[in-house]
């Protein structure tokens, strides 16, 4: 009798082991490890009798090639994340925090679409009908032409899509949900979530259909399955945002048809998502400019320029080891910017709680935001208070040397258009190639910037001194 060949799989990461281990070498979990049947179909060794592979022809990389088509959905910010709509038989995997929106934002994706005369499915692994039928009531969609069902049976969807005209989108909710008969393995396992996602694949690239596809997401917020699902589709995009903000952020991780990094800026409501045109205007409506410790960064978030209120806050410590809490931004960036503070700056925040936060619900992730929090900082630090109508940009070396950053111009023109006056940038820095634009301060290290706010602290304390004492008047009793 011929052996039963098995592997052992981890459900975190898809790491393969040849026998079972208490702790995962590659991601470090403990008892992820399940054994399952050896691999079937793709890369498996072929059986006796099978027929052998076509012969196909090879091409060079010269000749013609037409730029992919683009199904527009009517929804602004989805198709500037897409990289300008949906490319015909592509997959988009998209992730994010249960209860954050995906189902809210692709429902309204697909009436959208459906609106266009497109045919479009939406099939649901975790609710049934008359619950999507509920969400689209809410959302006042719910005479849109979308076909639903519920169902998690790969066969059994490709089947029923086979019969008709191929959708223009199709939505799978979610793909941990999917099973398929042709892997042995519970549904939710590395094994049926990569062999669904590979079925489904082959269905879009055969048929010409948009697939996306919605992931769960672990602890740490990273997708949960197998890392090769990321590789295998077209484009991964992840909705982020806060419980606590009404900002919902749908931040493009991979595409292939666009550019990466890029962003989609949406607002929840009672009526569903709604798209926030200027998000720049919307992070800093209701900002104190008046108050030490606040700085406004221009930013950039893919192609899109974007202006943020960063928050700071020192205050003398009584432990022996100071606090550093950070929302929002990068804490070893923050240690690093205070070790600069400290060696080239002249200044003494050893004992000293520092908390940072960007206003919100945004997180940033280019370090040229090092100027602005640096600015924050020995703004909360000596009780200066910054202009309200300038802008910081720059990264700051180990050296204290503030080096330029990218897109400089499209970060100043931002800042004119909401009434910026004044932009302190590193000095090197490119022009803004407009003279409408706000008047450019140069800062090549670090110690001008603490020399700046330094003078500007002792002028707002000689004001204060100058001011007459208020004359209590004290009421006569009758």
């Known amino acids: ?74 929804i602004a910010e989805l198709d500037r994340v897409t990289g300008g709509g949906f490319v015909p038989g592509s997959v988009i995997l ?23 005369k497109r045919r479009v499915v939406y099939i649901s692994g975790e609710e049934a009908v008359a619950q999507v039928r509920l969400r689209a009531e809410r959302l006042a969609l719910s005479k849109a032409p979308v076909e639903l069902a519920a169902e998690t049976s790969v066969e059994d969807i490709l089947a029923t899509l086979q019969e008709g005209v191929a959708p223009a989108l199709l939505v799978i909710d979610s793909i941990q949900t999917m099973w398929t008969a042709r892997a042995d393995a519970a549904p939710g ?63 493009a991780v991979k595409n292939r048809f666009g550019p990466t990094d890029e962003i989609g800026v949406f607002e929840m409501t009672g009526a569903g998502l709604s798209e926030v045109r200027n998000p720049s205007a919307l992070f800093l409506s209701g900002r104190d400019a008046s108050s030490p410790g606040t700085a406004v960064f221009a930013g950039m978030e893919g192609t899109r320029p974007l202006l943020v209120e960063i928050q700071a806050l020192v205050s003398p410590t009584s432990l022996g080891t ?21 060696a080239h700056g002249g200044l003494r925040l050893g004992q000293h709680d520092v908390y940072l936060n960007v206003a919100g619900g945004l997180r940033i992730q280019e370090p040229a935001a090092d100027l602005a929090v640096a600015a924050a900082l020995i703004s909360s630090l000596t009780g200066a208070q910054l202009p309200a109508e300038t802008v910081y940009f720059g990264e700051i070396g180990l050296s204290g040397a503030v080096r330029p950053v990218v897109h400089a111009g ?13 932009a302190v940038i590193p000095a090197p820095a490119e022009s803004g190639g407009s003279d409408s634009g706000p008047a450019t301060e140069s800062c090549g290290h670090i110690a001008v910037l603490v020399a700046d706010i330094a003078q500007r602290s002792s002028r707002n304390e000689g004001r204060q001194r100058q001011r007459p004492a208020p004359v209590r008047q004290e009421s006569a009793n009758v």
């Open 410 to 422: 499209a970060r100043l023109k931002e800042a004119a258009k909401l009434g910026f006056a004044r």
């Open 322 to 342: 100071p606090r550093r809490a950070v929302v929002g931004w990068d804490p070893s960036r923050l240690a690093m910017v205070l070790a600069v503070l400290e």
């Open 189 to 251: 396992t590395v094994t049926q979530v990569r062999a669904s996602a590979q079925a489904l694949i082959r269905y879009a690239k055969t048929t010409g259909s948009c697939v996306i596809l919605v992931g769960h997401v672990t602890k740490d917020g990273q997708i949960a399955g197998p890392r090769v699902v990321e590789h295998m589709v077209d484009a991964v995009a992840s909705f982020e945002g806060d419980g606590g903000h009404q900002f919902r952020i749908l931040r």
């Open 1 to 74: 009798m011929a052996r039963v060949l098995s592997r052992f799989v981890c459900q975190t990461c898809g790491s393969v082991a040849q026998r079972w281990q208490g702790r995962c070498e590659d991601c470090g979990e403990w008892n992820t490890y399940v054994e399952e049947g050896a691999p079937s179909g793709i890369g498996a060794k072929a059986a006796a009798g099978a027929p052998r592979g076509r012969i196909f022809a090879l091409e060079g990389l010269t000749g013609s090639q037409a730029e992919a088509p683009r199904i527009r959905s009517g």
């Open 94 to 116: 998209i992730g994010g925090e249960p209860g954050i929106g995906k189902s809210t934002l692709l429902i309204q994706a697909c009436a959208a679409l459906a609106a266009q």
